[in-house]
């Protein structure tokens, strides 16, 4: 699914912060608005330039991104990844 720059900078941030809830509340407002997990395209849909792989910091996961920081295409098994991590973080938090 494809994440404008915005929002991947969200991701990233709760992530540093262990903000879960930011993760879901991200998450759910991309999965509501249509966007379904694809094949990752070769070139970004809003400037057409060729994605590169990125790592996202604090997370392990890697993302196709525009080099001219447009967005960034996230597989489903990342997707996934991001829904048990705030899951996770979650359970913790509960924890203590």
Do not use: N
Request: proline share 6%; hydrophobic share 40%; aromatic share 4%.
């Amino acid at each position: 699914m494809w994440i404008e720059q915005a929002r991947l900078r969200q991701i990233d941030s709760a992530a540093q912060t262990g903000q879960s809830e930011e993760i879901d509340r991200v998450l759910a407002d991309l999965l509501s608005s249509g966007s379904e997990p694809q094949a990752v395209p070769r070139a970004c849909p809003a400037c057409g330039r060729d994605l590169v792989r990125q790592p996202l910091p604090d997370l392990g996961l890697f993302v196709s991104a525009c080099p001219g920081d447009d967005g960034a295409w996230i597989a489903g098994d990342a997707a996934a990844t991001l829904r048990a991590l705030a899951a996770t973080s979650r359970r913790q938090a509960a924890r203590q």
